[in-house]
């Protein structure tokens, strides 16, 4: 299944992925970047391009993931 991979550490919310989701399926909520429904997630890569900072990360099916720590959420498209 894919997943969506936000680096918190990284992430300077400038809301540039925002802006590039044709879905909108993400948000700046209190000063963080959220992913508000993964299932909205069409695998594009739009966000992950849009991304300066390199926080965003989208994995496809059959990639494997990296070791996370508290700071980074992974979001898995239903």
Do not use: N, W
Not at 53 to 73: C, H, K, N, S
Request: proline content about 3%; some cysteine.
């Amino acid at each position: 299944m894919p997943a969506i991979v936000i680096d918190h550490r990284l992430c300077d919310v400038c809301g540039a992925c925002v802006e590039m989701c044709a879905m909108q399926g993400l948000v700046i909520e209190q000063g963080r970047l959220v992913m508000v429904d993964a299932s909205l997630c069409m695998v594009c890569k739009a966000c992950e391009s849009a991304c300066h900072a390199l926080a965003i990360m989208v994995y496809r099916d059959g990639q494997a993931l990296p070791e996370f720590d508290g700071t980074t959420v992974v979001c898995y498209r239903a």
